[in-house]
């Protein structure tokens, strides 16, 4: 991988009809070693596709998992899984027990013995999951508040953590759009003490994250992927900027692409030294931005950091949801694009 303008990926890719099939209960292959077999197949193929394009960090699509932050379903009992408007639902009904740690670990050995790029992870956030996964009155026999529900989250994932780093992982990356929906104030409004749910958030991941070495520590922010529809939050990074100067972070991977993220000049108060996996690519929408396009709004980051901070990303995944419908063929085309602006930057900045 170069040291310069690395091309990387948020972590989701697109999803066929095949691979949702694959994932989907009423028609994934009955036989499990059926079923392996053809994740392994869909994995090789969006590993390939990613190569192709010049991605210097890859990762597996998500290809495994029925949402991206379900995989703690997988790794703990303890959940209800039920359908819901043609969407899968994971709501915690009992007390969580790990059932099969070292899952999210599984990927990434795979991953890792298919590929000589860098490999990067996704786990979800404790913060993240507890507004997703925790229901007043489905779950309060086994956790009677949301925040005891994170709180016993957090050596399940710290688990994880460790098991991704020694299976080889270069990138453990937390994924947590709810932090990140605190920079808008329709959105703060909700909360009575919104700043105590940032620092509830942002302590949880550290408790997380601290002491864990050995690999690149990622947090992502959006303001939440509709795909086609555009996003739920907005505004610029400001009103949590506190909070991500208190993260035990390596790597903010940040969207700027969409006219609501703010300003750029938030990056010149992010911790010294840190790397920003930079939002240079539109993944919502149809437009595939210009190589050109791509290589300007980095160079724009270049006032607040050095060419060395900087890795190249879309603003999101491709496939935010187990409903997503990105064409394949469109990421593909965007993450070429990407590639090709890293190459020409580090021409120009080498």
């Known amino acids: 991988m170069s040291d310069l303008f690395p091309a990387s990926i948020v972590g989701s890719m697109p999803r066929s009809q095949f691979v949702r099939d694959l994932l989907d209960l ?30 210097d960090v890859v990762s597996d699509g998500e290809y495994r998992r029925r949402s991206y932050i379900g995989i703690i379903a997988d790794v703990a009992d303890g959940f209800k899984l039920e359908r819901k408007d043609g969407l899968w639902w994971h709501t915690v009904v009992d007390e969580m027990t790990v059932a099969r740690p070292g899952l999210a ?16 992870v996704c786990l979800p956030s404790p913060y993240l999951l507890g507004q997703r996964m925790w229901d007043p009155e489905a779950s309060k026999g086994a956790y009677p508040t949301r925040e005891a529900f994170m709180q016993a989250l957090v050596p399940i994932l710290r688990g994880e953590l460790e098991h991704l780093r020694n299976a080889g992982a270069d990138i453990v990356q937390f994924d947590d759009p709810h932090l990140c929906l605190f920079v808008d104030d329709r959105v703060r409004s909700q909360f009575d003490d919104p700043d105590r749910e ?31 529809e555009g996003w739920v939050g907005e505004g610029g990074y400001g009103p949590i900027l506190g909070a991500l100067q208190k993260l035990g972070v390596d790597q903010y991977v940040m969207e700027f692409t969409i006219p609501v993220a703010g300003d750029l000049a938030v990056l010149q108060d992010l911790p010294e030294g840190c790397e920003v996996g930079l939002g240079c690519v539109d993944c919502r929408g149809e437009v595939v931005d210009p190589v050109e396009t791509i290589v300007t709004r980095v160079e724009q980051a270049l006032d607040y950091l050095r060419p060395d901070q900087i890795f190249l990303n879309p603003d999101c995944g491709f496939a935010p949801g187990n409903a997503a419908d990105i064409p394949i063929d469109e990421a593909y085309a965007k993450l070429c694009n990407e590639a090709k602006a890293a190459q020409i930057l580090r021409e120009k900045y080498g």
């Open 105 to 120: 670990a599984q990927e990434a050995r795979y991953l890792r013995a298919r590929t000589d790029r860098k490999i990067k």
């Open 26 to 55: 009423e028609h994934a292959p009955e036989d499990p070693a059926v079923l392996e077999k053809q994740l392994d197949a869909a994995v090789d193929y969006i590993v390939a596709l990613q190569e192709m394009a010049g991605l």
């Open 198 to 228: 940032i620092d509830l958030c942002v302590d949880l991941l550290n408790q997380i994250m601290d002491g864990v070495d050995g690999v690149t520590r990622a947090i992502h922010l959006c303001r939440r992927n509709k795909g086609r």
